[in-house]
């Protein structure tokens, strides 16, 4: 029997969040096949709903669309909360909502983890859910991945190293060309 699909809430439908709507759709055969089973968007949550609501009425089962982003992290028929809205607030507390409601959080936003990060991750931890924040960190997923799940069982009591894409690219030009 097939499972049942996990369901995705998008707080926010800016460019980034579209964009994940969009590909979620566009990928969805493989997406599923890679995860084991279906991840479908089940509700979008966005100040602006009517660009959400067209986006969403071309699908055979749209998802529920409102302006009510508090209201989301609530909802039984979302399994993962995707912040996309940015900024520190009201995205710190959604997403500390979200997982009181034990929901998965994903996030790239890198302010709301600079400065909230602990916080969020020890609620997480209490709750027994996830934060998967590695797209706020793209450059640094290869260490972060090895860190979390291959050397959990070390002490390890500092890491030094250039972690962000551009720097690395920027310092990788200087040194292929001696500047």
């Known amino acids: 029997t097939p499972l049942k699909p996990l369901n995705v809430g998008l707080l926010g439908f800016g460019t980034v969040g579209r964009g994940t709507f969009d590909v979620l759709a566009r990928n969805a055969g493989e ?10 968007v089940s509700a979008i949550a966005t100040r602006s709903p009517d660009r959400a609501r067209a986006a969403a009425a071309a699908r055979s089962a749209p998802p529920h669309v409102s302006a009510d982003l508090k209201a989301l992290v609530r909802r039984r028929d979302v399994d993962i909360v995707c912040e996309l809205i940015g900024g520190i607030e009201p995205a710190r507390e959604l997403i500390l909502a979200a997982i009181h409601n034990r929901k998965h959080v994903v996030t790239a936003n890198k302010a709301l983890l600079a400065h909230h990060g602990t916080e969020i991750f020890a609620a997480a931890h209490a709750q027994g859910v996830m934060v998967a924040f590695e797209a706020a960190v793209a450059g640094g997923v290869p260490i972060i991945k090895a860190l979390r799940e291959g050397l959990s069982a070390n002490r390890i009591e500092w890491i030094a190293g250039i972690i962000n894409g551009t720097s690395n690219f920027i310092l990788s030009e200087m040194r292929a060309r001696g500047a």
């Open 31 to 40: 997406i599923a096949r890679r995860a084991g089973r279906p991840i479908e």
